[in-house]
C-alpha cells in the first residue's frame, strides 16, 4: 500500500506516514493545535492520536502549549 511506501522511506528519520502527517499539519498551523480538531482533521480516532503522539513528544519535535480552554490539550511543534 502507499503508507508501507512512506513507511519505509520515513523509517531512516523514524518516522511513519501518519506521524509525518501529523508535524506536517502542526507545522501548518503555527500557533499549534488542540488534540480533537487535529483529529478531526487528519481523520484519526482519538487513540490513534495519541499512540502516534507519545513518539514524538519523547523524539522532542512535539511539546504541548497553553490551550485557551483549560480543558483541551494543545500541542505544537518545538523550536527545534
Known amino acids: 500500500t502507499v503508507d508501507?511506501?512512506?513507511d519505509f522511506a520515513l523509517e531512516v528519520v523514524g518516522l511513519?506516514?501518519?506521524r509525518f502527517n501529523i508535524l506536517m499539519t502542526l507545522?501548518?498551523?503555527?500557533?499549534?493545535?488542540e488534540?480533537?480538531?487535529?483529529a478531526?482533521?487528519?481523520?484519526?480516532d482519538r487513540s490513534t492520536l495519541l499512540r502516534n503522539?507519545?513518539?514524538?513528544?519523547?523524539?522532542k519535535?512535539?511539546?504541548d502549549i497553553p490551550s485557551d480552554t483549560k480543558r483541551a490539550r494543545k500541542i505544537s511543534l518545538t523550536p527545534e
Open 27 to 33: 507545522g501548518a498551523n503555527p500557533k499549534g493545535m
Open 61 to 63: 519535535w512535539i511539546s
Open 16 to 18: 511513519t506516514a501518519n
Open 40 to 44: 478531526q482533521l487528519l481523520v484519526y
Open 53 to 59: 503522539l507519545e513518539p514524538l513528544e519523547k523524539a
Open 35 to 38: 488534540l480533537a480538531p487535529l
Open 4 to 6: 508501507r511506501h512512506f
